[in-house]
């Protein structure tokens, strides 16, 4: 097994994994444990973007993405291609959406008198998209990888 299966290998499993954790972090909030939620949401974030650098750079030293797929039957394939930009696309999306959400909450956290505040109605659905990207992310990550290196 080379570095670079394990390194696409391992992005699979958090990106499984993350969408799982978020929502722990959000049941957290029922249970007025906001330092937690925040914690947890934090730290997921960075791991992902960590993961997400760390797979970058690989597919590029490997010789770009064409390189890992080339063994695959899907090779070139009109399907894998859709596929890979559809989960390319939303993965930039929704690491967007969840990276505001993260930092102006952060924000908001530190001027807020009182949880919850003002801002919790569009921080509740900057949650909820983001944690439904992260189920997309998953959801195509994993079609990615099979047709990548299964099928």
Known sequence: MNITFTIVAGMLVLSILAPFISLYAVSLIKKKEYSTHMRIQKWLFWVCVVGVLLLEVQIRVSGGSGSLVVNSSYAGSALFKYILIAHIIGAVLTYIIWGIT????????KTSVVLPGSFSKLHRRLGYISIIGLFYIAISALAVFNMAFIL
């Open 102 to 109: 993260v930092f102006w909450s952060n924000k908001k956290f």
